[in-house]
């Protein structure tokens, strides 16, 4: 087991209440128990202890030993890790069907209500949405790389962000999608951006040659990712970030759009800048 990693903490991944991810971890530790012994052991009252412990056995995480007492004893971990899928997918199923059930009404009641806000979004407000940079602009970028079908263009200072969408590009590359990747030139970075683009690049190299790269010449006003951009307008996304410097990270807001034509225009620039105005004589890390 990763020492770094407490017995506590691999148990979150359940979603368990704190009452029964105490019981859940001492009876993985004593083996088996009645339910007083465990309410002792863990602190848990005695007027709780039950009900936690049906909790457990109810998502069949534990068994009842029949008895007088009754003991309580937990399902092996990798059996442990195996429920928790099943409770998981049983609770999804369950949700589909709940939503299944509601959908034709759902639409029929509130498409309506929806077309008429519709009506009052000017061509502006419909192009974009917005929101905070870090995890919602990850997720969002995320979701796009997730929904790509031909190809992924990338305007980044050093791709700072990969760790977070490396899942998403991973499947992307495996759908056969062209990913490109136009780096700021390491000499317009600072010494910190310059040593993480370069671990970067090296990440690339190693991992994933098929993500070609090239180098800005110049500072870009914009930085983001477009997907499936078309000339003839009929499809692409995109998540941007204009360039603030003096705003701090955590106080920007990035662009969302699936406007096709802006999404051309923006592939336009990526193509002008790739072709014309990078740099060639960066060596390989």
């Not at 202890?49 to 009842?64: A, M, P, R």
């Amino acid at each position: 087991m990763n020492d770094s990693h407490q017995p506590s903490e691999l148990l979150d991944a359940f979603e368990l209440t704190e009452y029964e991810e105490q019981a859940l971890q001492s009876l993985i530790e004593l083996g088996r128990s009645t339910a007083p012994s465990l309410s002792e052991a863990t602190g848990i009252p005695k007027a709780r202890v039950y009900g936690v412990l049906d909790n457990l056995s109810d998502e069949g995480f534990i068994k009842i030993i029949p008895g007088r007492p009754k003991e309580y004893e937990t399902k092996p971990p990798a059996e442990l890790l195996d429920q928790a899928i099943e409770n998981e997918r049983q609770e999804y199923a369950s949700f589909k069907k709940q939503i299944e059930d509601i959908e034709e009404e759902f639409v029929e009641t509130l498409a309506p209500i929806y077309e008429r806000g519709r009506d009052e979004i000017s061509t502006t407000e419909e192009l974009f949405h917005v929101v905070d940079v870090g995890e919602p602009s990850e997720r969002e970028t995320r979701s796009i790389y997730r929904d790509a079908t031909n190809c992924v263009h990338v305007i980044t200072k050093s791709f700072e962000y990969f760790d977070a969408v490396e899942p998403a590009v991973t499947d992307a590359l495996e759908r056969g999608c062209e990913i490109r990747v136009l780096f700021l030139d390491p000499e317009l970075l600072e010494e910190s951006n310059q040593a993480h683009q370069q671990r970067m690049r090296q990440h690339l190299n190693s991992s994933y040659p098929a993500i070609e790269y090239r180098f800005s010449a110049k500072r870009l006003p914009w930085r983001g990712t477009v997907v499936d951009p078309s000339l003839s307008y009929d499809s692409g996304a995109a998540v941007l970030l204009v360039e603030e410097e003096d705003i701090p990270l955590h106080n920007r807001q990035a662009a969302i759009t699936d406007n096709a034509s802006f999404v051309a225009g923006l592939e336009r620039y990526f193509d002008l800048i790739w072709q014309y105005d990078t740099v060639d004589d960066r060596p390989n890390p």
